[in-house]
Structures are given as C-alpha cells and as structure tokens.
C-alpha cells in the first residue's frame, strides 16, 4: 500500500488508498437440505488521486500490477470532477468492536448443524414448506492510507443466518422468510424460526380485502420495504445539494410526526454495519436526521459536504467506487403502544409483512405502490388471515405526517435498520 | 501483468490430480470503465482491472466453490474445493452429459479501449440536451462498459476461452415543481458496440420533456383494467412474470412447482409463443457457451399457448430428465454458475398496434420500462410512461402506473399479440445476489384484459 501511495504521489497532488480484503464462507441450504459450500477470497485495491485540481480513480484486483492501477486513475483525473475536499489528516476513532475471534473460528461442522437445526424447526411446524437457508461468516480486514498522513484500518467479523420458504398448495404459494446478522457468532436457530413461524401461524387461513382507504400497520419488514427507501433518497446529503429532496430545504422545520425520531449510527457494537471509521477515513458518529418530527440533518460523504459548506457526517461509503453517501444503521425510535394494542385498535384494516416493488415508484417524491407479498387482514382487533392479489399505495410525506402510533418494540431488519412497527391511519388498498 | 492463459493450462494439470465426480474451473480477467454524471455536472468517472478465478468440484451430489484473486497456490483451493463437496455430498451426484470442447470465441468489439474523451464527448451532448429542457431540477448520467476474457476448464477435457462485451447506459431525468418531484428515463445496452448507443438524441429530448409533462398529468384511479403495453414493458413482464418460473432451480426439487409447471400444461392462447435464445446474434444475452461449457439453445418454453420447456442447467436438465439448454451463468468468478435467462421474447402475431386498441372502451396504455419484480406466482412492474384510452383512441397522459397481478391468470389474459416485435437491451437481472447479469428482453405490443392498476 505505501508502495501505491508513493508511485501515486509522484503522479498527483494528493492521493488515497484504500484497501480490503475479505474470507467469506457460505454454507447454503436448498430444498431442506446441505447443498453448497463456498470459500470466497477477494481483495482489492482502490486508488483516488487529485491531480491539477480533479479526481481520478480506478480500482484493481491485480495486486501485481500497480503501474496500471496509478495510469489508469490518472487517465480518468483529466475528465474528473473539481475535487473540493481535503483528505483528513491524522485523526482518532472512537473504539468501536466489531471484530469478535469468536466468529473466526466457528467451524464450517457447527454452520452446517445451525442450518440444518433452522429447517428443522421449521419444517417440524408445517412439514412440507420448501427451505432454502444460508449460515455464512466472514472475516473483512479493512485499511485505508492519504498522502495527508490520514490512515485508518480496522477487522470486522459478521456471522449471518437467513431462511426463506414457499409453501405451494395448488396454484397458492405462500412466501415466508428472516434473516439475523452480528459481528458475534449466532449459535441458536431460535429467533429466526420463531418469525417464520410467526409468519405460517398468521397465514394458515385466507382473508379478502376491499378497495379503498385502509388503516395500515407496517411491521419492522414493512416499514423497510415501503418507507426505507424514500427516507434514504430523502436525508441523502447529495440529492438534497442537488435540490432533488422534497425535505432538503426543511431543515429544524416539523415535516414528520411528532412522535418521529429518526438516527443514522455506526457507533453501536457488534453490529454488522458498525464501523471506527468511514471509507475515508472520517470518525463514525450517530448522526440524527429526524428529532421530534423535525428535520434535524443529512449526512455527507467529504465531496458533497464542501460542496454545501458543511463537515463530512462520517457517511462516505464505497461500493465498489468512489465514495458516496450512505446510512449505516437506521434506527427508529420506539414508541409507547405494543402490536397487538395496534392490532385490537383496528375495526378493518391490514398488517403488512412484505410488499413487493414498491422501491419501483416515484420514491424520490416520496412514493411508494407495490404488491403485498405477504400480509394480514384485520377484522375487529384480531388478525384473520392472509390477504392476495392486493395492492396498497401511500405516499411517505402524507404516511408520516400522521402517524397513529409507533410500536414499542424495534426489531432488526436485513442488519441495517432498527425499527418498531408502524401504524398507519389510512392507505390505498386496491384488491381484485 | 498476469497471464491467465498460462495459468489456466497450469490449473488443467492440476484438477487431473483430484479425485472428485467433477471438477471444473474458470479464470478471468476483466476491464470496465464507467462515467456518471449527477445533474450538469459529471460526478465520477474511473477504470477497474479485475483478474481471479474460481474451482467447483462435486462429489456425490455435493458442491465445493473456491473463489480466488490470489492466483498462488492454485493446488490448496482445489483441495479446498474438493474437500467441501465431500463434506456436502451425501446423495448420487447427477449431471447431464454434454460433449467436451476445446473452442476460442472473440468478440468483434471491446468498448474499454475506446478513449474516455470520445466516450464523455457523447455523454456530454446528451446531458446538453437534457438540461436543454426547462423546470428540469437534476437528472443523472450512468454509463459503464466492460470487456472480458474467460477460460473455462474441466475434468472432462473442455477447454473454452470466450471473450463478452458489454455496454449499459441509463439516463434519468427529474422535473420539480410545486413541491411535486416527477422522473423520466431511459435505458438502452448493446454487447459492446458503441455505435448502438450513440444516436439518441432524439430519445434523450422526449425523456427529458416527458419528466416535465408528468409534473400536470393525474393518478390512474387504481383497479383493474384493459392494458395494452409496448414492446418494452411487454418485454419485461415476460422476463418478469414468466422467465424466472422458467428457470428450473426453482422447480427440479420443488415437488409441487413441478405438478404446476409440467410440460404440455396451457398456460395462454394458442398465439401465444414466448423464447429464450442466447443464439441471436449481438444481443446483450448472446452467447456461444454457457459459464458450464454449454453450447447455447434456442429454447421454446410456451409454444402455441403451452408449456413446452424451461431453462436448465447440467444438473436440473439431468435431475428432471431433460436435455441441457446452456443456461448455466454467473455474473463473475466469484459466483458459481446458476440457471439464468438470455434473450427473452414473446414471437410477433398479426395484429397492428390500432387494432390493438381499437375496441378499447376505458383502458390504460403503458410504456417504458421502469422497473420489476416477481415472487412465483405475484409479479409487479412498473412503467416509466401511460396514458388512458378511451374509445379505441389514446388520451390523456397519466402519472406513471405499477402493474401486477399474477402469472397464471394474466398470460391467459393475453388476448392480442401485435406484428412489431423489439428487442429491449437495456438493464439487467437480478437473481439472489447475482446482480446485474446482461440479458435482452422483447416483445410486440400486447393486450392484457382485467390486469390490476395500482393508484389512488
């Protein structure tokens, strides 16, 4: 690396390196049973220089040919944007574990026997449910390097377990599915099962549903299939520069529901995508973005920071190019009302687990429309069965204006977002 | 810098060492450069080299995979590979023969080597007119490319290097305007050749207008209508809803899928003819052989209306006792092969796009690819542009309109097929965490009774 470094800096004005390496192993699960094992070995090298003022990069796998790598960045610096950042010098990070030896060293017998306990569990509720499962660990060792003597570097261990299921009965198929992940070895199939077969217990019987205005209660799955994606686009620190956020001129104003607390935090331990240090090297802090349904942040990546005259939130993620602006972990603020309080409150009215598509809509304007792949119709504060072919629309902006509660107890979804359920006063409901 | 070539023959020598069922390899090494612009600015521009390779060995019905870009100690990872499939297999493994081949396939383009200058002049003329536009408030820019060289190898004698291009733009634009934000776009592909993608002026001026119209035109009021949709769209929902419940990975140990999905079953009008062919030549999904060394097909899966055949690859084809239809693909070396669609098409009928519409009393003509997603049965896509008909007539603009529905009941809701079949080539596919695989999709214009809408 320091190698690439100096070549780079004879090169260019300034220059980074960021460096990742990663050893995964997949175990994975199809029709009930052991299928595949997989040992993934990656690294790979990315190089950002500033040369007369303007951003190259290019990226390599090929450790062994590090001429091309600084050619390559410093063909693309002639065309690159107007770099307006300076890389961080040397800083502190806040100590933050995320690598636990544990994880290493879990052996590939004690993954399959988890997988295989998983489907058994499941299986033993509804014995002819159809499981494709997955245990996988990976160890990521993580380095980055300036030529303004910023240097960051840091081990993450994450250990994840996942289940999806279709029962197929006729032409019915029922989808059901979880997912759990930490930087700690997962050693029980236990909570992972019990969603799922949460999911077949309320699914067991049919219910039909009618088209028109619906109070809606989204589950921690809901609320990150139909809301996520338009809050990320929203508190999005680039697309609010751009003026493409409905919120980005909001800032300190009430645009949600009071009862809306909103933070973005990497700081947390052991969570998978916790981190000491962002992408380039900036200290991770929790950021908040809505406080009391107040539009409280956005968070930035350094570019677009000095573009809007504001610091870096610790947001630069890389995704296989140039840093960006990313959330880490989205959590949700509990409120005061358990599910069930939400579920007995409702005359006529759905639960949604699952909704397909929606991400397809206008989600910049807050939109979302999509098909409930897995839900439950409500009938006078009890849960009655499964609901098809239906399809519920709503806009976030109108959704989280007012929302009737939130629940008190947030789940993890996907490793990434920490929220309670959400109930909802009114949606579209269209069903044929 | 490395070669493969030498290290693939080295890697020939060594697989013979192993005792395992099978055991195959694939070496590669790839360039892909990419420029994206975020409103009249462009945002980031960059080249990345990537060389590895992977070993997948199968024991007793079992799969070891070893992916790799640390090309030392070539013998350990087949070791590792062979070992993990003896800890996975505990059945009798089953594949379906197919002839060795020794073959060199190169491609006539290689868009990596085109200079960056050439590729962001173009770029530049359409960010030109797209911001030509007025009430634009941003739009983006996404335009990669890549070219690579593959080496596959096996324990039963192949030995295939094939060379793929490939080249994806997508352009988005974005209206603003009484605080309502509106978006258009437009995404288009070819297998490498710059040419196909360096004349849409006109078609980046209509997107940039359409994003601005959308700001006035109402909501669908969501139900269920008649739906025609365009050769895009249709292409889509024919990827969408039908292509992935051809793909036999979902079937071969599903029991109950397999009742559903048996051969000769009706599953739409006798006009009703869909394809997946990775013979066409030029496509996105094009191809000489699959990531398993398998010669490519022309597969029909409905033919006249009827299930006629799926997608394999060399273990569902033997597992379901069908033939191998070389549908094997992997997006790169660090993924193993998985059964995928190529190029995806409904056949042209005969009916001219106002015929199609003309005894429409009330419906909704959607165009334009937006996006999509199945679960089985349940598909939604969306599109980027609709309009109402109204009396045989197309009328007023609408917001765009998510469709879904499902599969079994829409294909039979197919009641027209037009004469003007296009090949869509932009996008790609997405499959567990193999995304995005290069794939063409087409159809001609079709009609759709009582398809769900969703709206306010």
């Given amino acids: 690396m320091e190698d690439i470094l100096a070549q780079a800096r004879r090169a260019a004005e300034a220059a980074e390196v960021f460096m990742v390496s990663s050893e995964e192993t997949p175990v994975q ?25 303007r951003v190259g990069y290019a990226s390599t796998t090929d450790l062994s040919d590090t001429p091309r790598l600084v050619a390559n960045a410093v063909e693309t610096a002639q065309f690159g944007v107007q770099a307006r950042f300076e890389l961080p010098t040397k800083a502190s990070y806040p100590q933050i574990d995320v690598f636990d030896p544990a994880t290493e060293s879990v052996p590939i017998e004690k993954m399959i026997e988890l997988g295989e306990k ?9 014995p002819d449910i159809i499981c494709e499962a997955m245990v996988t660990k990976d160890i990521i060792s993580l380095r980055l390097m300036n030529s303004g003597g910023g240097e960051a570097s840091y081990r993450k261990s994450i250990f994840s377990l996942s289940l999806w299921g279709s029962l197929i009965r006729g032409t019915d198929m029922l ?22 077969i949460q999911q077949l217990e309320l699914a067991r019987n049919r219910a039909t549903v009618p088209s028109k205005q619906l109070p809606v209660i989204l589950t921690p799955r809901g609320v990150v299939s139909a809301i996520i994606p338009s809050l990320i686009m929203a508190f999005n620190g ?48 929790r950021t908040p973005l809505i406080e009391g349904g107040k539009v409280a942040n956005f ?10 005259h504001t610091r870096s939130t610790g947001n630069g993620n890389r995704n296989g190019g140039l840093p960006t602006p990313s959330p880490t972990a989205l959590t949700i603020a509990p409120g005061k009302t358990s599910f069930d309080e939400m579920v007995g409150d409702i005359k006529e009215g759905l639960v949604i687990e699952q909704l397909m598509g929606a991400e397809q809509g206008n989600i910049l304007g807050g939109d979302f429309s999509g098909n409930v792949l897995l839900g439950f119709k409500i009938e006078n504060g009890k849960i009655v069965g499964r609901v098809k072919d239906t399809m519920v629309s709503g806009n976030i902006y109108q959704v989280l204006k007012e929302v009737a509660a939130i629940g008190s107890k947030p789940e993890w979804v996907g490793g990434f977002v920490h929220t309670p359920p959400i109930y909802c006063p009114r949606l579209s409901v269209a069903s044929k | ?19 395992a069922d099978y055991i195959e390899a694939r070496l590669e090494h790839s360039q892909r450069g990419y420029i994206t612009y975020r409103g009249k600015e462009l945002e980031s521009i960059g080249q990345a080299t990537a060389i590895g390779g992977n070993v997948r060995a199968l024991v007793r019905g079992g799969w070891g995979f070893v ?3 640390n090309l030392d100690g070539l013998p350990g990872k087949v070791e590792l590979a062979v070992k993990q499939a003896r800890l996975v297999g505990r059945e009798e493994t089953k594949l379906a023969p197919v002839e060795p081949v020794v073959d060199t396939v190169s491609t006539a383009h290689n868009p990596t080597i085109k200079s960056l200058a050439e590729k962001k002049q173009l770029l530049d003329e359409y960010n030109e007119i797209i911001w030509r536009t007025p009430k634009l408030q941003t739009s983006t820019i996404s335009y990669s490319d890549s070219h690579k060289r593959v080496i596959f190898l096996s324990s039963a004698g192949s030995y295939i290097v094939q060379e793929r291009s490939d080249i994806n733009l997508r352009l988005n634009a974005v209206a603003a305007g009484d605080g309502e934000v509106q978006q258009a776009g437009l995404s288009v592909g070819s297998a490498g050749d710059f040419k196909a993608i360096s004349a849409l002026h006109h078609q980046v001026e209509q997107m940039a207008r359409r994003a601005v119209e959308l700001l006035s035109a109402p909501q669908v009021k969501g139900g269920e209508y008649t739906v025609v949709l365009d050769p895009v769209l249709a292409g889509v929902f024919v990827h969408e809803a039908f292509g992935h419940l051809s793909e036999s990975d979902f079937v071969y140990e599903n029991e109950r ?22 013979t066409v030549p030029g496509l996105r999904g094009s191809y000489k052989y699959d990531d398993e060394g398998v010669p490519a097909a022309k597969t029909y899966l409905i033919r006249e209306g009827k299930l006629v055949g799926r997608l394999h690859s060399r273990e569902t084809a033997a597992r379901m006792g069908e033939k191998p239809t070389g549908n094997a693909r992997a997006i790169n070396y660090r993924y193993p092969p998985i059964v995928r669609m190529t190029n995806t098409y409904i056949e042209p009928g005969e009916a001219s796009f106002d015929d199609i519409i003309a005894d429409i009393k009330e419906g909704v003509y959607a165009r334009n690819w937006f996006g999509g997603t199945t679960a089985m049965e349940m598909f939604t896509f969306s599109a980027g542009e609709a309009y109402m008909i109204r009396n045989g007539k197309l009328a007023e603009a609408l917001r765009p309109v998510v469709l879904s529905g499902n599969v079994f009941t829409t294909l039979n809701n197919i009641d027209a097929i037009g004469n003007d079949l296009e090949m869509n080539q932009g996008g790609g596919c997405g499959k567990g965490e193999q995304v995005p695989l290069p794939v063409s999709n087409g159809s001609p214009h079709i009609r759709i009774k009582k398809c769900l809408v969703g709206g306010r």
């Avoid at chain 1, 009071?258 to 995508?273: E, G, I, M, V």
């Avoid at chain 2, 890697?11 to 060492?17: T, V, Y």
């Avoid at chain 2, 397999?258 to 997946?276: A, P, S, W």
């Fill in chain 1, 238 to 285: 680039k697309i609010v520069l751009e003026g493409a956020s409905p919120i980005g001129n909001k800032l300190g104003q009430p645009v949600f529901d009071q009862k809306l607390w909103l933070w973005d935090d990497p700081t947390l331990a052991y969570r998978p995508n916790s981190r000491p240090s962002d992408d380039e090297g900036i200290p991770s802090q």
């Fill in chain 1, 299 to 308: 968070f930035y990546d350094l570019q677009t920071a000095a573009l809007a």
């Fill in chain 1, 118 to 126: 998983l489907i058994a569990l499941v299986t033993r509720h509804t």
């Fill in chain 1, 175 to 196: 989808f059901v599915g979880e997912s759990q992940s930490s930087c700690n070895p997962i050693t029980t199939p236990r909570e992972v099962a019990e969603v799922v």
């Fill in chain 2, 257 to 278: 899928l397999r009742q559903i999905m048996v051969l000769g079953k009706k599953f739409g009008g006798e006009r009703l003819n869909i394809v997946d062919s990775a």
């Fill in chain 2, 1 to 19: 810098m490395t070669d493969i070539e030498a290290i693939g023959r080295q890697l020939a020598e060594i697989i013979k060492r192993y005792s």
């Fill in chain 2, 67 to 69: 992916s790799f870009n």
């Fill in chain 1, 29 to 53: 699960f199809e029709a009930n049973r052991l299928k595949r094992i997989q040992g993934k070995q990656n690294t790979s090298v990315a190089l950002r220089i500033i040369k007369q003022g």
